[in-house]
């Protein structure tokens, strides 16, 4: 059982910079995936970036070149790093991980992001 916590969410006006933080109840450094998704009102909940033990990173296009997601193993923790921020980047961003290939995977409980002037 993995537990996840986000935070880092908040109101940033079009533009702007957000770091959102995954803190994990253990070690993350053996896990086979570790990714980010958002819901936004009204809509299926989407994928934004994922990284896979082996593989590159894949990011939804809405957000190539400004959201870059990372980990630091010594904290257990995963961070998406959110830059150029638009109105349409508004929604709930939750944590994901699998800690296996195939395995059960983990949600966090999720994080608001708002954009908007």
């Known amino acids: 059982q993995v537990q996840l916590v986000e935070s880092g969410g908040g109101l940033v006006q079009p533009g702007g910079s957000l770091r959102l933080s995954c803190a994990a109840s253990?070690?993350?450094?053996?896990?086979?995936?570790i990714g980010w998704y958002r819901q936004a009102p009204g809509k299926q909940r989407e994928l934004v970036a994922r990284?896979?033990?082996?593989?590159?990173?894949t990011y939804a296009d809405s957000v190539k070149g400004r959201f870059t997601i990372s980990r630091d193993n010594a904290k257990d923790t995963i961070y998406l790093q959110m830059n150029s921020l638009k109105p349409e980047d508004t929604a709930v961003y939750y944590c994901?991980?699998?800690?296996?290939?195939?395995?059960?995977?983990?949600w966090g409980q999720g994080t608001q992001v708002t954009v908007s002037s």
């Open positions: 253990g070690s993350i450094s053996s896990f086979y995936a």
């Open positions: 994901n991980v699998q800690p296996g290939y195939g395995s059960e995977d983990y």
């Open positions: 990284k896979r033990s082996g593989s590159s990173t």
